[in-house]
């Protein structure tokens, strides 16, 4: 049992987009804790990251590197993370791994504090956040399932490079000057040249015709509002935007539902804003939702070709909500419900 009121935490991906998110949020809210160590591979050991008033080095993570760690955020790839979270588990700390490699085992809960807060009591060490965009479609879904039985739900994605990490906002940045010079593009993120341009594509293809991204939003969101037989597809586009992924959403219901409903239902639900009303000129836009901490829904409007459906605009920013913010909210989640191994 720990001496210490406060968790003692480690970062592990400290350098890229979602460990500095992390990192913020931690500072911006005055985090109370005992300790945060940062790590990252090899090659940026020895960096140096300020912290509030003060500066912690970066160290190369590896099997040993959470002894004293109550908690440990791993934002880097699934390798890492398939690497380094036994380890952090046999060491009797809580992981939240931001990544996909442990989310759809069956002991591993996949939360959006919002909506799924109590999956978090069967965690065996390890707990994993969703794609950055399912945790803003399964928010909006959890709402509208209160209000009537969802039959069917389509989703079409505008997701932004930093959904892709650090290295994918240098390349859209170098791009566009490239382009703007008339000079010759370079590619090693994507297959296609993205800066003034889209790629239909997130993530590789998958036998079925549809992407891993796709498969990850329909397999996630069944997972997380615990209902395996829900009817959804995705179609999830790259877009030249630097933060906040954007989705339309298609939600048939069972029942007809007064669009006023709708707007209520959302407009109360915690961590959803709307602005306005949510309809017509009042929709956020990615430039806006950029650096908030909530989703904003608008445009909601009943679908023209279906009386029981309902069509709606979701923005989020990715590496807040959609990483970052929801990753310390279930710490938070753990702490409150007496769930983290060496801290309760
Ligand atoms: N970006 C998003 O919007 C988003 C949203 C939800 C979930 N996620 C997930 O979050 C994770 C991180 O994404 P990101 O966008 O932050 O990626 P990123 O910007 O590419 O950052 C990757 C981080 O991983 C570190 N790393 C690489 N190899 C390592 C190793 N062997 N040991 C320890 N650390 C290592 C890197 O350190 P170096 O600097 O030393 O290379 C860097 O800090 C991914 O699993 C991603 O799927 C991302």
């Not at 370079?186 to 296609?192: D, E, G, I």
Request: hydrophobic fraction near 35%.
């Amino acid at each position: 049992m720990k001496n210490s009121n406060f968790p003692s935490i480690s970062i592990v991906g400290a350098t890229g987009a979602v460990g500095k998110i992390c990192l913020d949020i931690l500072n911006e809210r005055d985090y109370p804790v005992e300790k945060i160590n940062l790590f990252a591979s090899s090659r940026s050991a020895g960096k140096k990251i300020i912290y509030g008033s003060s500066e912690i080095i970066v160290k190369e993570a590896t099997k040993n590197s959470f002894e004293d760690s109550d908690v440990v955020f791993i934002s880097a790839d699934s390798s890492v993370s398939l690497n380094l979270a036994p380890s952090a588990v046999e060491s009797g700390a809580l992981v939240i791994d931001d990544g996909s490699a442990f989310r759809m085992k069956e002991d591993v809960p996949l939360v959006v504090p919002e909506v799924n807060e109590s999956d978090i009591n069967f965690h065996k060490g390890i707990i994993s956040i969703p794609n950055c965009t399912t945790t803003p479609l399964v928010m909006a879904l959890d709402r509208l399932r209160r209000l009537s039985k969802i039959n069917r739900i389509q989703a079409t994605t505008y997701q932004a490079v930093s959904g892709s990490g650090s290295m994918a906002v240098s390349e859209l940045h170098e791009q566009t000057k490239n382009i703007l010079n008339n000079e010759e593009i370079s590619k090693s993120v994507y297959p296609h040249q993205i800066a003034f341009s889209l790629i239909p594509q997130v993530d590789e293809f998958m036998p079925d015709g549809y992407t891993k991204e796709e498969h990850k939003m329909i397999n996630e969101t069944r997972k997380i509002l615990h209902d395996n037989n829900l009817k959804i597809s995705a179609t999830c586009v790259r877009v030249p935007i630097y933060y906040c992924h954007s989705e339309v959403v298609s939600v048939d219901l069972e029942d007809e539902i007064n669009v006023n409903e709708i707007i209520e239902v959302f407009r109360s639900a915690s961590g959803i804003k709307l602005i306005g009303d949510g309809l017509n000129e009042d929709y956020p836009t990615p430039s806006f939702v950029q650096g908030k901490d909530e989703i904003y829904i608008g445009r909601i409007r009943k679908d023209s070709s279906n009386q029981k459906g309902i069509n709606f605009w979701i923005v989020s920013d990715n590496l807040r909500k959609g990483a970052a913010l929801n990753a310390i909210q279930i710490m938070d989640s753990s702490i409150k419900l007496g769930k983290i191994p060496k801290f309760r």
